[in-house]
């Protein structure tokens, strides 16, 4: 048969091949690839105590092999069990001559599956079968792993290869037997050979489950890999070279900018304090802390790589203001990169308001402006003369060169992906490299940010400005919506300003596009005493900003909007915001969305309307926003609800690596690991990167983002 006798040359590339689809590719990889589940054939279960819909091993004789037309071509086989003579029929829907051949009358047979009663008697559908013959006829001493594999790929090739594969890795233990000792853990060794040999009797569903302590070791390993080699780009990211952002530099250029016309440079209130002596409050504790954090890393020789994490409304621009002029200060200039043209525009307004009178030249880039504004603004920042430029991601364009760029700063960064941040980052490649500051809105439970920013620094704005109320927030069915508009009605005629934002519509951009156009009708309609302006995705650059600069200021009551609004957007004045079909929004969405009111000192309200009936899981999450007003409160629980995957934005670059651990379940694990990676890397340097090479491999390029 022609199809037997291929070549064995090309067999082993088809083999190799679909090993490598699997990422398989060193002896490692085939011994860390671990099974999904067992079998057990290591004993024959006589008919009498067979359990329908359980797994078994059956050893019988087959009487006759029969091809059956009704109700459909099938193969059927009938057997008996040599000692009691009970019947067992087998079933094959699709089968090969092959097979037909190997259930021929006579042979004895061992069959693999789980019987079902039938007619005649039980009968097995598509089982396993193993010809009994005189040389093969011990059971097996273990439990037959079940590998998770790939088209063309059969179990017993993978579990060859893996076998061949144990045979040759070096298993030693890369975990000092005093940390395995204190935390618990197996040998590696015995783990591994452990998990793919599994003895009768241990329990198959605690195996199955992944619970044993031989599991425990291997996500453990997986943790410590992944913390070492963030570890790593932490401190390779140390002999990089950034400016050092340090006053002496002011001192010394000023002085010989002024050559003796100042007496002492010391004496000048430093752009900082201009910066906060002209601001009409001061900074809260939190503000404080964080602000010293980051003048200490901006004064050392190596680029600063620090998260700002800080719930919405906590004062985040104030942090990026004091960096950007610790940079100016020092010669420097920075750039601030924003997610969305209305958020980098307010920045832009805000920024220059405060840096202008300080004699400061701050300059707007982005996507919409005119070749001929945009060749300004370039040739400001080439040349130096603007010390802060403000844009979109448009500022990260190759044709964009800094004189002299020393601190970028990205806000709402898990809107960007890693490929923008690392341009940002590479923006500065004559041998520095800009410090860099990221901010997010979005805060990351404690357990993700270790493992998905242990390369980062991390600092936390955990209190919010004075005087603020809590926003009450309601849930409405949108049954009453005739009772929000009138609330509406009567909170703008108070002098107050209002959102309504429109309702998601994840499938289509047109039908929220539609949908956001309509309810500006009905509510231009429905509220004719007041002025009511729309915003959405689709409208210019400049109709965009020209809508946000009259809500700005006050002659708009109440602004209809899409999304667009989500990120950023702070307009004290605005105490009321209502959104339609709350129930179609993430969590960290309607949080960022609600944090657009409680801004100024007037009571604010969030109304959710839903549209009924509720599933559980939107009433579960539609409660954790009703109940917590903290960020880092509501996006522990929406992890809780919906597990790690979406939570990390476009930082992703972890997350290939984890193919065992769990960061919910495995949270225990992941300090320890982290310490064991500083242990590791600082005491066995070698030990690390032979723990890394195991784990990643080729894989570990992908960590450099
Ligand atoms: P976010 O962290 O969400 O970016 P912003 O920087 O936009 O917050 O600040 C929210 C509002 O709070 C702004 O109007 C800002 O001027 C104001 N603000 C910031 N810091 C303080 C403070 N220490 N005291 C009072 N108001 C502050
Ligand atoms: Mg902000």
Redesign the pocket.
């Known amino acids: 048969m022609a199809r037997q006798s291929g070549s064995t040359h090309s067999t082993v590339t088809a083999t190799e091949q679909r090993l490598a689809k699997l990422g398989l590719q060193r002896e490692m990889d085939l011994a860390l690839h671990f099974p999904l589940r067992y079998e057990d054939e290591t004993r024959i279960t006589p008919l009498d105590e067979v359990v329908d819909g359980v797994p078994v091993q059956i050893e019988v004789v087959v009487e006759e092999s029969t091809v059956q037309y009704r109700p459909r071509r099938q193969l059927v086989v009938r057997c008996i069990e040599p000692n009691t003579a009970h019947p067992l029929f087998l079933r094959y829907l699709n089968f090969y001559p092959s097979q037909q051949k190997q259930l021929a009358a006579g042979r004895r047979v061992r069959v693999f599956g789980e019987t079902r009663g039938g007619f005649l008697g039980k009968e097995m559908v598509h089982p396993r079968v193993k010809v009994v013959d005189e040389d093969a006829s011990a059971l097996p001493q273990a439990l037959t792993p079940v590998y998770p594999t790939t088209a063309g790929l059969s179990q017993l090739t993978l579990r060859k290869a893996i076998e061949a594969a144990l045979a040759k890795v070096d298993l030693h233990d890369t975990v000092p037997a005093l940390w395995r000792k204190r935390l618990g853990l197996v040998g590696i060794e015995h783990a591994v050979r452990g998990l793919h040999h599994v003895e009768p009797g241990e329990s198959l569903p605690a195996l199955e489950a992944r619970l044993q302590p031989s599991w425990r070791r291997i996500r453990f390993d997986e943790l410590l890999a992944q913390q070492i080699s963030l570890r790593k780009a932490y401190v390779q990211r140390r002999e990089r070279i950034a400016p050092r952002l340090v006053a002496q530099d002011v001192a010394q250029k000023i002085t010989q900018k002024n050559t003796g016309k100042q007496k002492s440079s010391t004496t000048q209130p430093t752009l900082a304090k201009q910066f906060l002596a002209q601001l009409p409050?001061?900074?809260?504790g939190a503000?404080q802390r964080v602000s010293q954090e980051i003048e200490r890393d901006l004064s050392q020789p190596y680029p600063m790589q620090r998260l700002l994490q800080?719930d919405?409304?906590?004062?985040?621009?104030?942090i990026a203001a004091l960096a950007a002029l610790q940079a100016i200060e020092a010669g420097y200039q920075t750039a601030l990169m924003a997610p969305t043209e209305i958020l980098a525009e307010q920045h832009y307004n805000k920024l220059s308001a405060w840096l202008t009178p300080l004699g400061l030249k701050v300059v707007w880039l982005s996507g919409s402006l005119g070749a001929k504004q945009k060749r300004e603004a370039r040739a400001l920042i080439g040349k130096g003369e603007a010390q802060l430029a403000i844009g979109t991601h448009a500022l990260i364009e190759d044709a964009i060169d800094f004189a002299q760029l020393g601190v970028a700063i990205v806000d709402e960064q898990h809107r960007f992906g890693v490929r923008q941040r690392l341009a940002l980052r590479e923006k500065h490649d004559g041998g520095h490299s800009p410090h860099l500051l990221m901010m997010s809105?979005t805060p990351i439970p404690r357990t993700l940010a270790m493992s998905y920013y242990a390369d980062l620094d991390v600092s936390v704005?955990n209190e919010l400005?004075?005087g603020r109320t809590p926003v009450l927030t309601k849930l409405l069915s949108d049954a009453r919506r005739d009772e929000v508009i009138e609330r509406v009605r009567h909170s703008c005629l108070q002098g107050q300003q209002a959102y309504w934002v429109c309702p998601l519509i994840e499938e289509s951009e047109a039908l929220q596009l539609q949908t956001a156009l309509d309810t500006h009708a009905l509510l231009t309609a429905a509220l004719p005493e007041l002025r009511v302006g729309l915003l959405h995705g689709r409208m210019k650059t400049d109709e965009k900003s020209a809508v946000m600069a009259q809500f700005a200021h006050g002659q708009l009551h109440l602004l209809v909007a899409t999304t667009v609004i989500e990120v950023?957007v702070?307009v004290?004045n605005a105490s009321l915001m209502v959104i339609e079909h709350a129930e179609r929004f993430g969590l960290s969405q309607l949080h960022q969305l609600r944090?657009r009111v409680g801004?100024g000192m007037a009571e604010s309200v969030c109304l959710l309307m839903y549209a009924t009936p509720l599933s559980d899981t939107a009433k579960a999450r539609l409660k954790v926003i009703y109940e917590n007003a903290d960020g880092f409160e509501v996006s522990r629980l929406d992890l809780e609800l919906r597990g790690p995957g979406e939570f990390v934005g476009s930082r992703q670059s972890g997350q290939p690596m984890l193919r065992f651990a769990n960061l919910e379940r495995d949270a225990d694990l992941i300090e320890p690991a982290r310490e064991l990676a500083e242990h590791l890397l600082q005491a066995a340097p070698q030990a690390a990167e032979a723990h890394l090479e195991r784990w990643l491999g080729v894989r570990a390029d992908l960590l450099k983002a």
């Not at 409050?281 to 809260?284: D, E, P, R, S, V």
């Not at 919405?312 to 104030?318: H, I, L, M, Q």
Request: proline residues 14%; charged residues 15%; positive net charge.
């Open positions: 409050f001061a900074l809260t503000q800080g919405v409304g906590s004062g985040k621009t104030v809105a704005l400005p004075p950023g702070d004290p944090g801004r």
